[in-house]
């Protein structure tokens, strides 16, 4: 009740509450409650309006004052999830209103920054809106190039935000992982990557990293048999690139 709020009595009663579940069941509980009543986003109306105590600076204190660090947490994490589903559901609008990939890169960049979103998050982003963007043909041989049609508007879109070998990894996991539950996609797996090499939103050293050491383990043997040969192909390529550079300095 507002005037409960604004006499302290709510914020009060809701810090003790708190403090007596945490002595007598832990920290989890404490989240637990929060989660199954339903407060997560309205921690901040038990503070009083005035004398500028709605803020993040008093919030912090007050909870942690009071041996409430979990609840300081909670609200970050939960502001955290909060600004990644906008940005989602961001991209997910762009796509589907079919902007360029420029407009949604200038866009999503943008948002990123204002809300802390890392370029690896972003990337995922981008690959679940994408994927769900369009009805996929139900029959493997023709989904396989209606698949490459689709990414390949898109390429630009994976390349900005595909900056380090880290970012390209992850993306590598995400299409993994995303071909090994859709089991249509099983064998469209290696032209996808070969499309995003050949477009350069990833690397060779990323590829042959991922390969050796950051897969995902699922679906891994049929995934390590249809990468053999280009991830032998590239490491060819990388043994004579060598070669070339040690005969440019004799």
Request: hydrophobic share 40%.
């Given at each position: 009740n507002e005037h409960q709020v604004k006499d302290g009595l709510a914020l009060n009663f809701f810090l003790e509450t708190l403090s007596t579940?945490?002595?007598?069941?832990?920290?989890?509980?404490?989240s637990t409650l929060i989660k199954k009543s339903g407060l997560e986003s309205r921690l901040m109306e038990f503070f009083p309006p005035l004398n500028q105590q709605q803020t993040e600076e008093n919030f912090v204190k007050t909870f942690t004052e009071k041996n409430l660090g979990e609840v300081v947490n909670f609200r970050k994490q939960h502001a955290a999830a909060e600004n990644k589903n906008a940005v989602f559901k961001m991209v997910k609008e762009a796509i589907d209103e079919e902007k360029t990939p420029k407009e949604i890169i200038i866009e999503l960049k943008d948002s990123a920054a204002k809300n802390n979103i890392s370029e690896q998050d972003a990337l995922i982003m981008i690959w679940n809106c994408v994927m769900s963007?369009?009805?996929?043909?139900?029959?493997?041989?023709?989904?396989?190039?209606?698949?490459?049609?689709?990414?390949?508007?898109?390429?630009?879109?994976?390349?900005?935000?595909?900056?380090?070998?880290?970012?390209?990894?992850?993306?590598?996991?995400?299409?993994?992982?995303?071909?090994?539950?859709?089991?249509?996609?099983?064998?469209?797996?290696?032209?996808?990557?070969?499309?995003?090499?050949?477009?350069?939103?990833?690397?060779?050293?990323?590829?042959?990293?991922?390969?050796?050491?950051?897969?995902?383990?699922?679906?891994?043997?049929?995934?390590?048999?249809?990468m053999k040969k280009f991830v032998e192909w590239l490491e060819h390529a990388e043994e004579e690139s060598d070669d070339d550079d040690d005969d440019d300095e004799d």
């Open positions: 579940l945490k002595a007598e069941k832990g920290s989890q509980a404490v963007a369009i009805e996929w043909n139900k029959k493997e041989d023709l989904l396989q190039d209606q698949a490459l049609r689709h990414l390949k508007q898109y390429t630009p879109l994976f390349g900005a935000f595909a900056t380090t070998s880290k970012s390209e990894v992850v993306l590598l996991n995400k299409i993994q992982e995303y071909c090994y539950e859709n089991m249509n996609f099983l064998k469209t797996f290696s032209k996808i990557v070969l499309l995003l090499y050949k477009t350069d939103v990833l690397s060779e050293e990323a590829i042959l990293k991922w390969y050796k050491e950051a897969h995902s383990s699922r679906g891994w043997s049929v995934f390590m048999d249809q």
